[in-house]
């Protein structure tokens, strides 16, 4: 275990650049580090190195045998140190399968390869694939892969590199996923086709080859991917079957179609994207059934950016456009609040012999006993990076993230909250100022039990990064300091966020309560998922609230007939979502809006349909000129406007050209 190494991505930031003057269009620059910074990972961290079960990782042995033993004999973190990794059949985890992590030492050279020509993976009809996570429908919690390449060889036509399945909380992070046969073989790179995938994320992936490089099956419960590259796919780049998708920051270098939705189900969220390369004989983007939302995209080649239902929609590049039209309650903006959008920020890894574990300090996380003073005597301790070996832990008190911290890492370890601090309304962290300009915590379960109890206070002007973690009760997260926010694949509910800025890539709030309270905040998210009843989020007293897909599940819960999903108040909110319903009641009111003392509501009747549930194709309620218009197409590409509705038709020069068609 000594030498080992782990890999942390490192994000310099994605920045959107937009010019339009003179009738020129704009592009999207991708200002970005994309290098793997690998640093060493402490012999004390408590997980699985498969080489201890006998694999080489030489490239010339078997290693199926041994890396599936390691797995069968119940070891959760497994761990492939640099080496080329050979196989032969699947590896595959328990079908009671969750919370299994596969992670590299450094993703370029931690390589899992499918031996060429392998029997059983010569069959598109009947694909296999080299890596699989599964588990009971809507369990298989926090399945998750860092650090490593997935090559599925030469001559497996059939393969899937990774057949993917996780709920609530899960990622694909910092990997590669590459066909290596010269005419690009392989059924697909990421194929999330096990009932019900998601939610989760998928970000700093690359995929090359296959026939397509992800696909989606399934209507729930939607899926995240940010900074996706896809290249040299034969069939196309995203084929989405009925599930719930936002992309951002996709780059895709392909004469085939980049996304594709192929079912009337399905939602489309993408943002942010550069499509290049294409054949002149079909569209970047293809909807051909379901919801399409598109915003900041740039293509070449294609025939145009956008096919819907069919139809060439003429351009290349696309400002916004809306498939199935905007609504509005009141007066608006007629576009989203394209709030502006910050990468989250990471650190730098000092040397392994500078960072610290709770277990130096008497924190065990292997029996029963209270852990609180050694975690808190490790964070007083003056270390950067203090991290917690693979366990679970006991805190009884609030653990103050203070002094020289600057990352948190508990190892996708467990946290149980005891008293007195679980019948308590105290944190179990807390944020507080220190020399860093920014923090992160990460990569943990906190257990269920206590309600009160909130998981994190974030009182300080510092930035606060919250990722990979799910919490199974309690309250997520309050805040007395204006630090900015960033949440990345997290399950939890009852967030509370005042006066400060929040970014948020899938967030999955659950239980029966109001999930989300933004009283006076900028809040951006890319892929929400809900459950049970409660009002989604409220925007109170000015502030901002930009979602950007996902998915409302009501489950079995008892949805009052009055209870609106969300509420805007005197503030600014933009939607695109959409509903599942299985039994049980739903949300008959969508959105409930006051202006200047008057509520409106958008109920159900006025959306269109997903089965016997809706979509929200694209809700402003931004205060503007734009009339409020229910059943609109908006279409938004070149250098002009054009409004178009019943006997009227209004021209200006404002960048942007939506086309709106009013039923009469």
Known sequence: MSGMMYSLWRRAGVAIA?????????????????????????????????????AKGDGVSDDTAAIQTAL?????????????????????????????????????????????????????????????????????????LFDLTVDVGRGNPGAIAIEYLNNNQGTIRNVTVRSSDPQKYGFAGIALTLPWPG?????????????????????EFGMVFENLHVEDQRLVGIENRANLLSIRGLTSRNRVPAIRNVDGRGLVVVLDSQLEGGSPDVSAIANDEGVLYARNIRTSGYRSAIANSGEVIAGDRVDEYS?????????????????????????????????????????DGNDDRDDTAAIQEAIDSGAAIVYFPNGKYIISNTIELRGNLERLNLLESTITVSEPLNGTENPVFRL???????????????????????????????????????????KAYRNSGSGKLFIKDMVASDWIFKNQQV??????????????????????????????????????????????GGLIYPGSGDIPPDQAAFINRESDLSVVIAESHHGGTRYTTFVRETRNGVTKTLTDGQLPPRGSARFIPLYVGTPGSVEPVLHSLLYSFSDRKVAISVGAIAISTAGLFYLKYRKA
Do not use: M
Request: net charge negative.
């Open 503 to 548: 970014w948020a890539r899938q967030l999955n709030p659950e239980g029966d309560v109001t999930k989300i309270i933004n009283d006076g905040s900028d809040l951006w998210i890319l892929g929400l998922k809900t459950e049970d009843e409660g009002n989604i989020i409220q925007t109170l007293n000015g502030g901002k609230t930009e979602v950007l």
């Open 432 to 474: 507080q100022d220190g020399p860093s300009k920014s923090v992160i915590l990460e990569r943990f379960w906190g257990n269920y039990g206590g309600r009160n109890f909130h998981w994190v206070e974030h009182a300080s002007s510092r930035t606060l990064v919250l990722k990979n973690i799910a919490v199974g009760s309690a």
């Open 199 to 219: 939610p989760g994320t998928i970000e700093d992936v690359a995929i090359f080859g296959f026939d397509r490089a992800v696909l989606v099956t399934f209507p």
């Open 18 to 54: 937009i010019a339009v003057s003179a009738g020129i269009g704009w592009g999207v620059t991708l200002d970005r580090d994309d290098r793997a910074i690998a640093a060493p990972l402490p012999a004390d961290a408590a997980v699985t190195n498969v080489r201890d079960y006998g």
């Open 72 to 144: 069968e004999e119940g070891n959760r973190f497994l761990y492939f140190p640099d080496g080329t990794y050979l196989v032969c059949d699947t590896l595959t985890i328990a079908q009671t399968g969750k919370r299994y992590f596969f992670e590299g030492e450094s993703r370029d050279r931690a390589i899992v390869r499918l031996k060429d020509n392998c029997p059983g993976f010569d069959n598109p009809e009947a694909p296999k694939p080299v890596i699989q996570t599964k588990g009971p429908a809507g369990q298989a919690f926090r399945n998750s």
């Open 323 to 363: 498939s199935h039209g905007i609504y509005s309650l009141f007066p608006s903006t007629g576009s989203s609040l394209n709030l502006a959008i910050e990468a989250p920020p990471e650190t730098d890894s000092p040397p392994v012999e500078q960072w610290v574990s709770v277990a130096n300090f008497g924190a």
